[in-house]
């Protein structure tokens, strides 16, 4: 979270104390004003209730959307018990409830994602070349296929409005280093293991998730940015899975499906930003994002 030069071109949230800094697909960043630019040791970071599909971000945004996301990534770290970024829940009134007071970190440029099971982009791969990220997999996988062991399929980090491209664990390695690279691939096949069997006593299963990492003032690797949420991670229904099929997920979906069906009118291949949603789409994605936040706190959300 050190750099701000490439970012979302977002309006600002005036607040007391804070001066915007970045704007990412979803989160704001801000500084506090009595800091010089990118020299503070902490950063408030503002979840807002945007949602990205297909590498736009969408016009219509999704009401209490960062609020979910803010609350889950809270309560995951509570139950993770690993070092993480979150300093103070101390914000100001206007954000409450969906931003963090969190250290400033020299975050790994690579997304670190585990897969538990098989589908999204590492299914494509799987289906052209038999690997994931150039690990050989079994034949005969489908579509939610489980993997046992899970395996760590790194990405490099790409622009806001590009895709990240997934890379080989020996791409990462030359680019943040062996050391580190070695890591980061222990603690988040660690981070998968331990949210998956809690996910499972909830009766969801999380098919995947990316995490990220940084470097705090003292060289120690704290976890960063959000954490084991529907934007972040794939939650399926266990009563519902069933293998060689795409699962339901209680993320996006409902946004995905209706821009790629015929009621939207938009053609992905065409460059051209997404239409607005309509509002039976935005009902619908707002409450399986509080549906996965309720089902795995086993808490009322609450904005």
Request: charged residues 25%; hydrophobic residues 40%; aromatic residues 8%.
């Amino acid at each position: 979270m050190t750099g701000f030069s490439q970012g979302f071109d977002a309006p600002a949230v005036e607040l007391p104390g804070w001066r915007h800094a970045y704007s990412g697909k979803v989160r704001d960043l801000y500084e506090p004003v009595d800091a010089a630019p990118g020299e503070s040791e902490t950063l408030l970071v503002v979840a807002s209730d945007r949602i990205s599909a297909y590498d736009f971000v969408l016009e219509t945004e999704i009401p209490d959307k960062g609020a979910v996301l803010t609350q889950l990534s809270l309560w995951w770290f509570a139950q993770l018990q690993v070092p993480h970024h979150v300093v103070s829940l101390d914000v100001p009134e206007a954000v409450a409830g969906r931003a963090m007071v969190c250290q400033r970190l020299d975050m790994y440029e690579v997304e670190c994602i585990a897969r538990g099971y098989l589908t999204g982009s590492g299914l494509a791969e799987y289906r052209e070349s038999g690997t994931v990220t150039g690990i050989e997999l079994p034949e005969g996988l489908v579509d939610g296929s489980k993997l046992d062991p899970a395996i760590f399929t790194p990405s490099a980090k790409a622009d806001v409005g590009e895709h990240d491209e997934n890379i080989t664990f020996e791409q990462m390695a030359r680019l943040i280093g062996d050391t580190p690279a070695q890591r980061l691939r222990e603690l988040t096949l660690d981070v998968y293991r331990r949210a998956e069997a809690i996910a499972r006593d909830r009766g969801i299963i999380l098919a995947d998730t990316k995490v990220e990492f940084g470097l705090d003032a003292t060289g120690r690797i704290v976890l960063g940015d959000e954490v084991l949420t529907p934007d972040s991670s794939r939650f399926w229904d266990a009563a519902q899975y069933e293998p060689g099929r795409a699962q339901p997920s209680f993320d996006k979906q409902f946004v995905r499906d209706w821009l790629t069906g015929p009621d939207s009118g938009w053609d992905r291949a065409a460059g051209e930003a997404p239409p607005a949603l309509p509002a039976d789409v935005v009902a619908k994605t707002r409450a399986r994002y509080i549906e996965a936040y309720e089902t795995l706190t086993g808490q009322t959300f609450s904005s």
